[in-house]
């Protein structure tokens, strides 16, 4: 999983109601729909900007909030592949894995607006790269059941190729 | 040998071996709990991963608390496939009405102490109140425990809070919430569990751990947890549950951090606009304007909570202040009945209040009354975030029943209680 795109910075408490407002849920779940209105509470211009292959690289606590899975489907539907963060609510960390979306906690201070990052799997862990300014940044390592989920793209197919959890511990 | 936190001895329990902070465990559920928020898309996951029945009908159920009532056909067709679903594999469905999906576990004996409970809603935690692991998860591990009956999960370290003391008159369950949501802030939590222990223990009903619980998810806590004392005793008793397996914390048991709150300390308080950790005293914010009070959620939602808003609204003079609306959503059916058939409701109404059908309401603008532009809303509830009740430029302040119903007679955030 290598990863090569465009950073877009967001703060800390991004809260999954930011990602995709609650209120939008009464006309649909396509996340192909819903991805019009993603950030709109605080970035309006986002869903008109983001380009397919983007990095979300955030402060601290992203996906805080709700549990809504839909936050997760609504990201990679408007073409974000990765998010970088400082820390992760858990359940938005799960609800990731679960879907395939690469999350990788990292010190993400550094990353400005624009840059162009690659992020590389190395083992449990993800090495990022800020490619114009030669800056590298490790990743906190996956729990190793997290990371064959994410190998196998999400929950769905995991449980699917696997028949169930098994004794995978 | 080590005994361990309540979460460790619980999880422990459910994977059929010794386990502790940071090991991960695969645990068996004891209760699968879906919402219309959530239901959907965890249909279509359980199907696409090839599902055909659920692994205990009997410990699974949904409840329709989102979109209470259906507001669109979209949120129609919603429960129309949950109901569907729920016939076809024997699943529990409770219907537009019957409640908040936590509410109702607690009332019904759904859950009880040392159970292992998955919701997929961040608030699940609020049955840590009566001793169980319940953890708020998504849509994909709500069908994986449907399908499998069980979760995988990453034992979390505990932050054990020790509340001493009474609290002051005017002082509630929210305040002590609300203050150590912002003494923590909205992360300190994360990945972490969090169990109640001190003497305040004897004073708080299981009224008041409701809301403890249910708030702690706003710093991030996995899992809220009470001991199991003769407080939860007596309301199992009185709900003829039996008293399930309860599970105390051993002598010996680790905690990542210890944090002491003495009741007395606390003052009223509230949450400002963004976030529920932008924490002040409620005096502080005395005089901002209110053109919206909103009674309800998993929160504030109880027959205690509209007791106590009542009593506030009438000491602070009993008519409803001009132009203000002032909306009313018990959390469940139960709440409902009891404050119809004991006045509260009648008495509310004709005061000029309005009162909608149970469920989450206002609080996530999925069903309810939304606010207009620019409007200034005090709350009840547990979140505040901009353009959560579904309109960006409100503004939602977060403070206790009491100063909810000050709030709805004066017109404005009242300075004390």
């Known amino acids: 999983m290598n990863i090569d795109g465009r950073a877009r910075v967001f703060a800390d408490d991004v809260n999954t109601d930011y990602i995709i407002s609650s209120a939008r849920k009464r006309q649909t ?101 800020v490619v114009d300014r030669q800056l590298e940044i490790s990743g906190t390592p996956l729990p190793a059941i997290m990371l064959r989920i994410l190998e196998c793209g999400g929950l769905v197919p995991f449980l699917s190729a696997n028949g169930g959890f098994g004794s995978i511990v | 040998m080590y005994g361990g936190t309540i979460s460790e001895q619980i999880l422990s329990r459910r994977c059929g071996r010794q386990v502790q902070a940071d090991d991960v465990a695969i645990c068996a559920v004891d209760r699968v709990i879906g919402t219309d928020g959530s239901g959907p898309m965890a249909i279509d996951y359980f199907e696409q991963m090839g599902g055909s029945q ?37 699943a529990t469905v409770f219907d537009v009405g019957d409640g908040i999906s936590h509410q109702i576990a607690i009332e019904r004996g759904l859950v009880r102490p040392g159970d292992l409970v998955v919701g997929a809603d961040s608030h699940t935690v609020t049955c840590g109140a009566l001793n169980c692991f319940a953890v708020g998860v998504g849509s994909s591990d709500l069908a994986a425990a449907m ?24 002082v509630g369950a929210k305040d002590v919430g609300l203050a150590l949501v912002g003494r923590l802030g ?93 924490v002040s005293l409620l005096a502080h914010c005395a005089g901002v304007p209110v053109h919206m009070v909103f009674l309800g959620t998993c929160t504030g939602g109880r027959v205690s909570d509209f007791h106590d808003a009542w009593a506030a609204f009438t000491r602070a003079g009993g008519r409803l202040a ?20 004991d006045g509260t409701l009648n008495a509310f109404v004709n005061a000029g ?12 603008g999925t069903s309810g009354v939304i606010p207009g532009n620019g409007m200034t809303v005090l709350s009840t509830a547990n979140r505040n975030f901009k353009a959560r009740m579904g309109r960006a430029t409100a503004s939602i302040y977060l403070a206790s029943p009491a100063a909810c119903g000050a709030a709805a007679a004066l017109g404005r955030i009242p300075e004390g209680l």
């Open chain 1, 29 to 129: 779940i396509d996340p192909m729909v819903l991805r019009a209105f993603v950030f709109e509470s605080i970035a309006p211009d986002f869903a008109a900007t983001v380009r397919q292959g983007d990095v979300i690289a955030a402060g601290r606590n992203f996906g805080c909030g709700s549990a809504m899975e839909i936050a997760v489907t609504v990201l990679q539907a408007a073409g974000i592949q990765a998010v970088l963060a400082r820390s992760f609510s858990r359940s938005f960390y799960r609800n990731a894995i679960n879907n395939g979306l690469l999350v990788v906690e990292c010190d993400t201070t550094a990353i400005r607006e624009g840059d162009r990052v690659t992020v590389r799997m190395s083992g449990d862990s993800a090495g990022v790269r």
């Open chain 2, 54 to 90: 659920l692994f205990d009908p009997a410990r699974v159920y949904f409840s329709l608390d989102h979109y209470a009532p259906a507001t669109t056909p979209e949120t129609q067709a919603f429960h129309a496939r949950i109901r569907t679903f729920a016939a076809r594999y024997g």
């Open chain 2, 147 to 170: 399908l499998t009956g069980q979760i995988w999960l990453r034992v979390p370290q505990t932050i054990r809070i020790v509340l001493r003391g009474r609290y002051r008159p005017g």
């Open chain 2, 186 to 278: 909205a992360d300190a939590a994360n990945y972490r569990a969090i169990e109640f222990a001190g003497d305040a223990l004897d004073g708080l009903d299981l009224d008041d751990r409701l809301v403890l619980s249910n708030l702690m998810v706003e710093a991030g806590a996995k899992a809220a947890i009470f001991p199991c004392d003769p407080a939860t005793a007596a309301y199992l008793t009185r709900r003829g549950v039996d008293r399930g397996s309860p599970i105390a914390a051993s002598a010996d048991a680790r905690y990542v951090e210890e944090v002491t709150c003495d009741l007395p300390s606390i003052a009223p308080q509230i949450a400002r606009p963004h976030s529920p950790d932008n």
């Open chain 2, 322 to 341: 001009p132009g203000l609306q002032l909306v009313l959503t018990p959390a469940s059916r139960e709440v409902h009945d009891v404050l119809d058939a």
């Open chain 2, 353 to 364: 209040a309005i009162v909608t059908e149970t469920g989450c309401g206002a609080c996530c």
